[in-house]
């Protein structure tokens, strides 16, 4: 599985780096996230799925390779 994260829809939340800090990070200047793992180890994918969902920008994918 392969995460994409649309930083220009970012509204730097933070809500996916609260749920998942293995796989993502925030800018300091600014707060927008960004993924420091695009291919999470498979024990972190249901953290991964669940910041797909809470993200309220709808800025986070989670693609099949």
């Given at each position: 599985?392969?995460?994409?994260?649309?930083?220009?829809?970012?509204?730097?939340s933070?809500?996916?780096?609260?749920?998942?800090?293995?796989?993502?990070?925030?800018r300091?200047e600014?707060?927008?996230?960004?993924?420091?793992?695009?291919?999470?180890?498979?024990?972190?994918?249901?953290?991964?799925?669940?910041?797909?969902?809470?993200?309220?920008?709808?800025?986070?994918?989670?693609?099949?390779?």
């Amino acid at each position: 599985m392969r995460v994409e994260l649309d930083e220009p829809k970012c509204v730097a939340s933070g809500q996916c780096v609260l749920t998942a800090p293995e796989v993502f990070d925030q800018r300091d200047e600014d707060g927008i996230a960004f993924v420091t793992d695009e291919e999470p180890a498979p024990d972190s994918l249901d953290a991964v799925r669940e910041a797909v969902a809470i993200c309220p920008a709808a800025a986070i994918r989670l693609t099949e390779r």
